[in-house]
C-alpha cells in the first residue's frame, strides 16, 4: 500500500544460520535476499532476516523533505493462527533519500519457529494508520531419506508459446512475443505431503550468459499428482539464441534444459538425460549441450544467418522444410491438397510481379470448417509461415482469440478488444476460434455484433492490408453465421474454404504413435494392442465435443504417461528402457459411458 509521504516497496525474508548470526548483527544486508517465500528449518537455522525498502515520496517535493514514521510489525503463526512477536520501530529517512532500506532481525531465541508452519508479517504505519503490507513465508523441515533435491521430480519439460497449448524442444521465436519455459513434474513426498507444496526456482540464462531471469512459484496441480510450473519471457532482436533453463529446490538443481530460439521448431517435450542440469552454466556449455543432445537443431543454429528475414525466399520449390512439415500431418488430404495449390497461386503471382506483369492478388482471408482437435491451429501456423515466406505477410505469426476474450468489459466496448487483437496480428493471422459465437440470431442485443461488424470495418480499411483473417468452427454453424452476415461471405471465397475432417480411428493411432516416436518413448506389442482398442472405443464413441487430436494427445500426456511415472517411481528402477518404454499395464481402460456416434463432417457452400 501507498501514503502520500512513505511507501513501502519491496520486503524479502532469508533464513541464517548459527554461522551467519554475527554477519546479521554487523552487516545484514550481506546476507542474500531475494523474491522467495520458502525455507528450509533444521537444527542450524538461526533465525529469519526481514529485509524491507521504502521509497520516500516527499524527497520528490520542491524543497525535498525527509520522512519520520513511527511502524509495528506483527508476526503470526498462520498454522496456529498465533501472534508471535510485535516489534515496534521509527523509520528516519533523510530528504536527500529517496530509497531506504531496513532490516529486522527474528532469532529463534526471540520467536518460537517450528517446521511445516507458514508465517504472516504485517507491517502497519502508525504515523499514517495504515497498513503497508501483508507478506508470507514457510518454513519447511529436512525429510528422512529425501533430499530436497529429491522433492521434485521432472517428467518432462519444453518451451511452450503463449498462443497455443503445444510445447517445443526448440523454437523459431517469432520477435516481441510471449514464451514459457514449462516443466511437468510429480512430488517426492508420498504420504507426507505438505499442507502447501513448497515453491520452486526457475532460472532462465539468456543467450549473452549475462542475463538471468528468476522465479519462485508453487507448482500448480494439473490432475492426481501430476503438477507443472511455466516461467515467462520474451524474445526480441538482441536476445534470440540457446537459452538454458534450470530448476531448482531450496538451491538445489533439480533439471535443466538448453533451447533454442532460431528455430528450426522441433514438436515434443524433452524428458530422461535431456533435463539433467548443468554442472555449471556458461554459454560455450549451453551450446555444448545442444551439439550434443539435439545436433540437427544445433547445426541449424550454427547455419543460421544473422538475419533470417528472408522475404526473398521462395515456397516449396526453395524451402522444402515447409513441404515436409505439411506432408508430415496426419490425415488431412483435402486441407493438404487445397494449401498446396494456394501455395503455387501465391508463388504465380510473386513471380509476376517481379517480372513488372500485373496481379491480380488471390483471396487472403479464409475459413476452417471442422470439428476441435483436427489442426485448425497447427494449418494456421503452417500457413502463417509460407505467406511469410513469400513475402505476403511480413511476420507470419497467429494470433488466436476466440468470443470471450474479444468482448469487451462493457457493452458495445467489444471494438476496442477487437482492435486490440487485429493490432496485434498485424504482419500475421487472426484466427477466431468458434467463430460462430459471434453470431446469435435470437438476441439482438448481443454484443457479438459489434466484433463482426469491427472485424469488417477491418477487412475494407485499405491501410490494414498486412494480416490475415481466418474463422474457425463447425461446418453446419459457420454457414448460418455466413449466410446471415454477407460482408464477411464475400471476402471468404469458396476457394478459401478448408474443411478439416474427423480423423480416422488409424489416424488417431498414427497421432499417437506418432507423438511418441518425436518423445522417445517406445510400446510394447501388448501395450500397441490396448492403445489400439482404447483408441477404437473412444472413436466409436465419440460424440459433438470429441477432440480428435487433441483427445490422443490429452490421453498420452495426463493417463498414460502419468501411469507410465507413477509406476517406474514405484518400481525404482530408472534404467533407459524404464524411462522410455509403454507397457500395456499405463494404457487406461476404455470409458464406460456410452455416446451415439457423430457423423463425419462437411460443408455445403
Given at each position: 500500500m501507498k501514503h502520500l509521504n512513505l511507501t513501502l516497496d519491496k520486503v524479502y525474508f532469508t533464513a541464517y544460520s548459527a554461522q551467519e548470526a554475527e554477519v546479521v548483527a554487523t552487516d545484514p544486508l550481506a546476507l542474500t535476499f531475494d523474491a522467495r517465500h520458502d525455507f528450509i528449518f533444521n537444527a542450524q537455522t538461526a533465525g529469519i532476516a526481514v529485509c524491507l525498502e521504502f521509497i520516500n515520496e516527499r524527497a520528490c517535493f520542491e524543497p525535498p523533505r525527509g520522512v519520520r514514521h513511527d511502524l509495528s510489525l506483527c508476526l503470526v503463526d498462520t498454522t496456529e493462527r498465533t501472534e508471535l512477536i510485535s516489534i515496534k520501530r521509527r523509520i528516519v529517512i533523510h530528504k536527500s533519500e529517496l530509497f531506504h532500506t531496513v532490516t529486522i532481525d527474528l532469532p529463534i531465541s526471540d520467536v518460537p519457529f517450528r517446521a511445516n508452519h507458514g508465517y504472516k508479517l504485517t507491517i502497519y504505519d502508525e504515523t499514517a494508520r495504515q497498513t503497508l503490507g501483508e507478506y508470507i513465508f514457510r518454513l519447511y523441515g529436512e525429510r528422512e531419506k529425501l533430499h530436497e533435491s529429491e522433492w521434485y521430480q521432472v517428467i518432462d519439460c519444453g518451451v511452450r508459446p503463449d498462443w497455443e497449448r503445444n510445447v517445443y524442444k526448440n523454437v523459431k521465436a517469432i520477435e516481441d512475443k510471449e514464451y514459457y519455459v514449462r516443466y511437468n513434474l510429480t512430488h517426492g513426498f508420498g504420504s507426507d505431503v505438505p499442507l502447501i507444496l513448497p515453491e520452486v526456482e526457475l532460472r532462465l540464462y539468456y543467450p549473452d550468459g549475462r542475463r538471468i531471469e528468476h522465479r519462485f512459484a508453487a507448482p500448480l496441480m494439473m490432475h492426481d499428482e501430476q503438477l507443472f510450473v511455466e516461467q515467462e519471457f520474451m524474445v526480441n532482436a538482441e536476445c534470440g539464441g540457446v537459452f538454458y533453463s534450470e530448476l531448482l529446490c531450496m538451491d538445489f538443481p533439480v533439471a535443466g534444459f538448453v533451447f533454442s530460439t532460431n528455430g528450426p521448431d522441433q514438436p515434443g517435450y524433452l524428458?530422461?538425460?535431456?533435463?539433467?542440469?548443468?554442472?555449471?552454466?556458461?554459454?560455450?556449455?549451453?551450446?555444448?549441450?545442444?551439439?550434443?543432445?539435439?545436433?540437427?537443431?544445433a547445426s541449424e543454429f550454427d547455419d543460421a544467418p544473422a538475419d533470417d528475414n528472408s522475404s526473398d525466399s521462395e515456397f516449396a520449390d526453395e524451402t522444402p522444410e515447409a513441404e515436409i512439415s505439411l506432408d508430415r500431418l496426419t490425415g488431412l488430404q483435402s486441407v493438404k491438397s487445397k494449401l498446396k495449390a494456394y501455395e503455387r497461386v501465391v508463388h504465380f503471382n510473386k513471380l509476376r510481379a517481379e517480372s513488372g506483369l500485373p496481379v491480380a492478388a488471390a483471396p487472403l482471408h479464409a475459413m476452417f470448417l471442422g470439428a476441435p482437435g483436427t489442426g485448425k491451429t497447427t494449418v494456421a501456423t503452417l500457413m502463417g509461415q509460407m505467406l511469410h515466406r513469400a513475402g505476403v505477410l511480413s511476420k507470419g505469426h497467429v494470433v488466436v482469440r476466440e468470443r470471450s476474450?474479444?468482448?469487451?468489459?462493457?457493452?458495445?466496448?467489444?471494438?476496442?478488444?477487437?482492435l486490440e487483437a487485429i493490432n496485434e496480428a498485424q504482419g500475421g493471422i487472426l484466427l477466431i476460434d468458434e467463430a460462430y459465437q459471434l453470431h446469435q440470431p435470437d438476441d439482438s442485443r448481443d454484443p457479438g455484433k459489434f466484433v463482426i461488424e469491427t472485424l469488417l470495418t477491418a477487412l475494407s480499411d485499405p491501410d490494414r492490408r498486412d494480416w490475415m483473417l481466418i474463422l474457425a468452427g463447425y461446418p453446419e454453424q459457420m454457414r448460418q453465421m455466413f449466410d446471415m452476415n454477407p460482408g464477411l461471405k464475400s471476402r471468404i471465397p469458396d476457394s478459401n474454404v478448408y474443411v478439416f475432417e474427423d480423423f480416422t480411428e488409424g489416424e488417431l493411432m498414427e497421432i499417437a504413435e506418432n507423438y511418441l516416436t518425436d518423445n522417445r518413448y517406445e510400446l510394447t506389442a501388448d501395450a500397441r494392442a490396448a492403445l489400439q482398442s482404447r483408441l477404437r472405443h473412444d472413436y466409436s464413441h465419440r460424440d459433438h465435443n470429441f477432440g480428435n487430436a487433441r483427445h490422443v494427445i490429452n490421453l498420452i500426456q495426463t493417463e498414460i504417461l502419468t501411469a507410465m511415472a507413477v509406476r517406474v517411481m514405484a518400481q525404482g528402477e530408472l534404467s533407459p528402457k524404464a524411462l522410455t518404454e509403454i507397457t500395456a499395464a499405463d494404457i487406461p481402460a476404455p470409458q464406460t459411458t456410452a455416446n451415439a456416434?457423430?457423423?463425419?463432417?462437411?460443408?455445403?457452400a
Amino acid at each position: 500500500m501507498k501514503h502520500l509521504n512513505l511507501t513501502l516497496d519491496k520486503v524479502y525474508f532469508t533464513a541464517y544460520s548459527a554461522q551467519e548470526a554475527e554477519v546479521v548483527a554487523t552487516d545484514p544486508l550481506a546476507l542474500t535476499f531475494d523474491a522467495r517465500h520458502d525455507f528450509i528449518f533444521n537444527a542450524q537455522t538461526a533465525g529469519i532476516a526481514v529485509c524491507l525498502e521504502f521509497i520516500n515520496e516527499r524527497a520528490c517535493f520542491e524543497p525535498p523533505r525527509g520522512v519520520r514514521h513511527d511502524l509495528s510489525l506483527c508476526l503470526v503463526d498462520t498454522t496456529e493462527r498465533t501472534e508471535l512477536i510485535s516489534i515496534k520501530r521509527r523509520i528516519v529517512i533523510h530528504k536527500s533519500e529517496l530509497f531506504h532500506t531496513v532490516t529486522i532481525d527474528l532469532p529463534i531465541s526471540d520467536v518460537p519457529f517450528r517446521a511445516n508452519h507458514g508465517y504472516k508479517l504485517t507491517i502497519y504505519d502508525e504515523t499514517a494508520r495504515q497498513t503497508l503490507g501483508e507478506y508470507i513465508f514457510r518454513l519447511y523441515g529436512e525429510r528422512e531419506k529425501l533430499h530436497e533435491s529429491e522433492w521434485y521430480q521432472v517428467i518432462d519439460c519444453g518451451v511452450r508459446p503463449d498462443w497455443e497449448r503445444n510445447v517445443y524442444k526448440n523454437v523459431k521465436a517469432i520477435e516481441d512475443k510471449e514464451y514459457y519455459v514449462r516443466y511437468n513434474l510429480t512430488h517426492g513426498f508420498g504420504s507426507d505431503v505438505p499442507l502447501i507444496l513448497p515453491e520452486v526456482e526457475l532460472r532462465l540464462y539468456y543467450p549473452d550468459g549475462r542475463r538471468i531471469e528468476h522465479r519462485f512459484a508453487a507448482p500448480l496441480m494439473m490432475h492426481d499428482e501430476q503438477l507443472f510450473v511455466e516461467q515467462e519471457f520474451m524474445v526480441n532482436a538482441e536476445c534470440g539464441g540457446v537459452f538454458y533453463s534450470e530448476l531448482l529446490c531450496m538451491d538445489f538443481p533439480v533439471a535443466g534444459f538448453v533451447f533454442s530460439t532460431n528455430g528450426p521448431d522441433q514438436p515434443g517435450y524433452l524428458f530422461g538425460h535431456y533435463v539433467e542440469p548443468l554442472e555449471e552454466y556458461s554459454p560455450e556449455a549451453a551450446m555444448e549441450r545442444l551439439r550434443e543432445l539435439m545436433p540437427i537443431a544445433a547445426s541449424e543454429f550454427d547455419d543460421a544467418p544473422a538475419d533470417d528475414n528472408s522475404s526473398d525466399s521462395e515456397f516449396a520449390d526453395e524451402t522444402p522444410e515447409a513441404e515436409i512439415s505439411l506432408d508430415r500431418l496426419t490425415g488431412l488430404q483435402s486441407v493438404k491438397s487445397k494449401l498446396k495449390a494456394y501455395e503455387r497461386v501465391v508463388h504465380f503471382n510473386k513471380l509476376r510481379a517481379e517480372s513488372g506483369l500485373p496481379v491480380a492478388a488471390a483471396p487472403l482471408h479464409a475459413m476452417f470448417l471442422g470439428a476441435p482437435g483436427t489442426g485448425k491451429t497447427t494449418v494456421a501456423t503452417l500457413m502463417g509461415q509460407m505467406l511469410h515466406r513469400a513475402g505476403v505477410l511480413s511476420k507470419g505469426h497467429v494470433v488466436v482469440r476466440e468470443r470471450s476474450t474479444l468482448l469487451g468489459k462493457f457493452y458495445s466496448s467489444e471494438a476496442e478488444k477487437t482492435l486490440e487483437a487485429i493490432n496485434e496480428a498485424q504482419g500475421g493471422i487472426l484466427l477466431i476460434d468458434e467463430a460462430y459465437q459471434l453470431h446469435q440470431p435470437d438476441d439482438s442485443r448481443d454484443p457479438g455484433k459489434f466484433v463482426i461488424e469491427t472485424l469488417l470495418t477491418a477487412l475494407s480499411d485499405p491501410d490494414r492490408r498486412d494480416w490475415m483473417l481466418i474463422l474457425a468452427g463447425y461446418p453446419e454453424q459457420m454457414r448460418q453465421m455466413f449466410d446471415m452476415n454477407p460482408g464477411l461471405k464475400s471476402r471468404i471465397p469458396d476457394s478459401n474454404v478448408y474443411v478439416f475432417e474427423d480423423f480416422t480411428e488409424g489416424e488417431l493411432m498414427e497421432i499417437a504413435e506418432n507423438y511418441l516416436t518425436d518423445n522417445r518413448y517406445e510400446l510394447t506389442a501388448d501395450a500397441r494392442a490396448a492403445l489400439q482398442s482404447r483408441l477404437r472405443h473412444d472413436y466409436s464413441h465419440r460424440d459433438h465435443n470429441f477432440g480428435n487430436a487433441r483427445h490422443v494427445i490429452n490421453l498420452i500426456q495426463t493417463e498414460i504417461l502419468t501411469a507410465m511415472a507413477v509406476r517406474v517411481m514405484a518400481q525404482g528402477e530408472l534404467s533407459p528402457k524404464a524411462l522410455t518404454e509403454i507397457t500395456a499395464a499405463d494404457i487406461p481402460a476404455p470409458q464406460t459411458t456410452a455416446n451415439a456416434p457423430r457423423a463425419r463432417i462437411g460443408y455445403a457452400a
